[in-house]
């Protein structure tokens, strides 16, 4: 059996190459690796290190209940547009129905949205836990299911990690900012300083895994889905982060606009995050 190679950026491993004897490259990438799909084949070394281009045949599907990275995608896909139709509303209130114009309707769709966030990232961890790519293309027996794990030289582990963080903060945010009657100072620590915390975690989350498809600190591959799916959801994550810039308010009220302009972003954040997940549907199918 060939010696299987270690690749990525610094001391993180994003894929691992095995040179077989007529030539051919068997590569195991950390994103397809934790998502149930097969190692690619290369023809060479130098095709090796280039990120694949989808196949068509993925598009084509959309059920897949056994897998959990299809329940991952559809998870963040509805809660991507309960937090997009949450700040919609909030910042259009005259094209909605009188039902969702409601604040305490509002602040619901919000919890439910971080409940579904919270939901796919917990998943989402598990994947990473019970499929890390370090033991990818090895001879280790296949280890037993695991709940908790310790992987800190793989990008998309440390990435789903912060990310599950990140939207824990978000259901403080959105269940305390239900509350009524909080002052300035307290609508600061309990509404913004979770909501701040929660966008600073995906933004982190979002590079590390748009690092973990590039297998390099930035790539440039508008070819491979993957990529792409990294890419919006980092253009997501920096719309929540000027969202929660432009809702902060320390002792003085936040003004009417700046409240329209967080929720304009929330909504341009929703929206990348809900492309995101929707191209996490034929990710999953892409195989070879």
Known sequence: MSIVHNRGPGPFITHRVQPLANGVHVVACSRRHRKGLKPHRAPDAGSAERLTSPHGNAFR??????????????????????????????????????????????????????????????????????????????????????????????????????????????????????????????????????????????????????????????????????WWIAAVNMLGSVAFQVSALYSFGFHTPVSDASIWWANFYTVIGGLCFLLGSCLMIPEIFDEE
């Not at 991507?80 to 910042?91: E, I, K, M």
């Open 61 to 226: 599907h959309f059920l897949a209940p056994r897998r959990m990275a299809w329940w991952v995608a559809l998870l963040f896909a509805a809660g991507s547009a309960l937090f997009t139709a949450g700040a919609a509303v909030a910042a259009w209130p005259e094209w909605a129905p009188a039902l969702l114009s409601d604040p305490s309707t509002q602040g619901r769709i919000f919890i439910i949205g971080a409940v579904l966030f919270t939901a796919a990232a917990a998943l989402q961890w598990l994947e990473v836990v019970n499929g890390d790519v370090a033991l990818a293309l090895g001879s280790e027996a296949k280890s037993p299911w695991r709940w908790l794990g310790w992987c800190p030289r793989n990008l998309g582990y440390l990435a789903c990690a912060v990310q599950l963080l990140g939207t824990v903060m978000f259901n403080f945010n959105t269940i305390d900012a239900t509350l009524a009657g909080l002052d300035a100072r307290q609508e600061m620590l309990w509404v913004w300083a979770p909501n701040m915390a929660g966008c600073l975690c995906f933004l982190v989350a979002s590079y590390l895994a748009f690092a973990e498809v590039s297998q390099s600190y930035f790539s440039f591959a508008v070819h491979n889905l993957s």
